[in-house]
């Protein structure tokens, strides 16, 4: 016998399912594999079980390169190829370098699809499936992942360093970079909320702790701790300190308490426009998963190769010839 909450969950599964399928962007679709690689899901999930398992940050890094790869010319896979001889791609841009991580599990996750289905599934699909997978083995909401993105043939260096929004933005830069990607400032704050997991380095939000007045001097001290003035670019620290392999709202309660970690965070409540929504996120998790869930489906649209367009590449990390 189902209970009560289960059959919620499916009334609303099929809800999403069929209200997915009818947006006027039906290019992408939740069924895109549905006969010709079935277990798709959960052969992703297997593998990003494992993965999460002997590092958890690595949920918070495989949704960090999801967003990395949408905001470059769409969600197409572009990040994930390798420069060689006579191919720079995305990697080596500044928001990227010594950055973004988790290549091997998503080249894990390819491996173990292509066993099972042949040149059928994009590495641009199998992110968007992982990045969700992350979401969810830290803690957070799961969602219906639209499929069918084909991968890029081509990257651009120049894309990434200036479609990245920087952790020195301010408000109005933050709010212009997402608007650039059909984003509102509503799905900016809750995609925010990513900043709930994961780690920074110094190097970026060195500036903050130490000549911001909007920071709590406390927490500056204490971040301080571990990023010194100058030196050690590369130390980390975690985004929410309270719980960062933990998908919920603190990120939210922190930046009320002006704990941000990066400027940018710490913008989305500092007397502008966004205060009262993070004030709300930050009262209701649900509230916050709810509009993070519909601004990840958003981002997740952003531009796909579909059709014909582009390619299924056999290796994540090399254009096929
Ligand atoms: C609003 C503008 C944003 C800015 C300025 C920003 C900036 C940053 C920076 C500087 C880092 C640390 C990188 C490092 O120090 O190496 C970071 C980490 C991270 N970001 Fe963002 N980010 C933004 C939005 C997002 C969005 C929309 C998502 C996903 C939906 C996201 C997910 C993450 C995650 C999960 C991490 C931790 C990654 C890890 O531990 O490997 N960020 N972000
Ligand atoms: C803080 O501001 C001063 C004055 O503008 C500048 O010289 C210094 O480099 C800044 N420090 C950091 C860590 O950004």
Redesign the pocket.
Known sequence: MASRDQLIFVVFSLASLIFSCSTIDAQLSPLFYARTCPNLQAIVRETMIQAVRSEP?MG??I??L??HDCFVNGCDGSILLDDKPGFIGEKSAL?NA??V??FEVIDAVKSNVEAVCKATVSCADILALAAQDGVVLLGGPSWVVRLGRRDSTTASLTAANTNL???F?NLDV?KSM?ANKGLTARD?TA??G??T?????C??FRAHIYNDTNIDPNFAALRQATCPASGGDNNLSP?DPSTPILFDNSYYQNLLRHRGL?H?DQELFNGGSQDALVAAYSFSRLLFYGDFVAA?IK?GDISPLTGTAGQIRLNCRVVDS
Do not use: K
């Open positions: 940050r918070a890094s949704l960090r999801f967003f928001p010594r950055s991580r988790g929004p920087p952790p933005a933050l997402f900016m995609l925010s990513a900043h997991i994961g780690f920074g380095r190097v970026n985004i990066f940018s990840m981002m």
